[in-house]
């Protein structure tokens, strides 16, 4: 069988290895051997990747990365900018769609950030990577501004959330589904992310 290859686009430091991660965590809800080829992620920053053709760009390389078969994440926060996923989702795909007719595209955008969906699956956090035992979901953690702040205050003393370090190792462990119970962007991510993998396996058999 022809492995099924993802090429990602990311605006995050954290997320180069965060979200290979959990695409990969994904494809084994979808099968429990399936192991697609995700490569290393594209970084853009958001300001960077939202100019005129910056994004078309983006998609063009990503496609040619996956040199004729696979599928597109694309993977933004909304925190800085105040984007609402329902309205700024759609338009980012439409762009990317529009560049490669020929290739599956999924547009994620975190409400607020990738960190958010830590909080929403807090209690299956505690006693990781230095978080208390009495870390606990925030009311509204989608509208929460500054995640990893928050995260921050439940850390064991003296420790310091690091991105690049502490957001793929907490990507690895936290609960997904009850992730997707508290937060509708990442029941959207998980949503996107399965059915694509479980679209394109299908192709490959």
Known sequence: MTPVKISPIVTGHGEIQALPLLIRRIALEVNSGYVP??????????????????????????????AGSGGIVILLDCDTKDWCPA??????LKRAQQTRKDIPVSVILAKMEFESWFLASAESLRNKRNLNSDFVCPPNSEELRGAKEYLEKYLAPGKAYSPTIDQPALAQVFDLQLARSRS??????????FNMLKQLREHTQ
């Open 184 to 193: 509708n962007s990442f029941d959207k991510c998980y949503r996107d992310i």
């Open 37 to 66: 080829m995700v490569l290393k992620p594209q970084r853009i920053s958001e300001s960077t990747l939202i100019l005129n053709y910056e994004l078309e760009k983006a998609v063009e390389n990503a496609a040619n990365r996956l």
């Open 87 to 92: 309205q700024k989702g759609p338009e980012f």
